[in-house]
T-cell receptor
């Protein structure tokens, strides 16, 4: 299957700092990528849809000014958690979609711990 | 997108077949049935998807009921590496994925 790389895999930061997570599709181009968040023992929750060359669209209840998304190229989307607080600690997962078959390929996830 | 219902957990013996059910009685004509699985501390992995006909690939088979109100993911010979949470997702093409709670599969040696 197609490969999606997500970096970093784990990050620990102090409260109030910003953290950037990168998501790259390595062997295909993706006009659309997605960002999810997953709390322990829960399912994935869609946060936003990242569209190459245009603004991201956010799910209801997700603060767009807190979770900044940039989709600068057909192979890279970034999620920046601004002014992170302990309640932002979670497992963040990205995916990239192959549009012709609507299959999403997922990154390995980033575990964010905010102290 | 239509809602899916899956059992919270299932158990299987190693090297035996596993049938994971998914009910989706409100499925629409344009909804595809996708199956993904997630191992602990990893991102989900694509397993299989279909629209109306049964599908086979190297990982699994997907059996879709004639009325499309239910489907079954079939793992032909479960291995310990198949222990994961399996998600059944309905989505029209180009639509987003909304994950339900999935089925946690435990494989016993």
């Amino acid at each position: 299957g197609a490969v999606v790389s997500q970096h970093p895999s784990r990050v620990i930061c102090k409260s109030g700092t910003s953290v950037k997570i990168e998501c790259r599709s390595l062997d295909f181009q993706a006009t659309t990528m997605f960002w999810y968040r997953q709390f322990p023992k829960q399912s994935l929750m869609l946060m936003a849809t990242s569209n190459e060359g245009s603004k991201a669209t956010y799910e209801q209840g997700v603060e767009k000014d807190k979770f900044l998304i940039n989709h600068a190229s057909l192979t890279l989307s970034t999620l920046t958690v601004t002014s992170a607080h302990p309640e932002d600690s979670s497992f963040y997962i990205c995916s990239a979609r192959i549009a012709s078959v609507n299959i999403q390929y997922f990154g390995a996830g980033t575990r964010l711990s905010v102290l | 997108d239509a809602k899916t219902t899956q059992p919270n957990s299932m158990e299987s013996n190693e090297e035996e077949p596993v049938h994971l059910p998914c009910n989706h009685s409100t499925i629409s004509g344009t909804d595809y049935i996708h199956w993904y699985r997630q191992l602990p501390s990893q991102g989900p992995e694509y397993v299989i998807h279909g629209l109306t006909s049964n599908v086979n690939n190297r990982m699994a088979s997907l059996a879709i009921a004639e009325d499309r109100k239910s489907s079954t993911l079939i793992l032909h010979r479960a291995t310990l590496r198949d222990a994961a949470v399996y998600y059944c997702i309905l989505t029209a093409i180009f639509n987003k994925f909304y994950f339900g709670s999935g089925t946690k599969l435990n494989v016993k040696p």
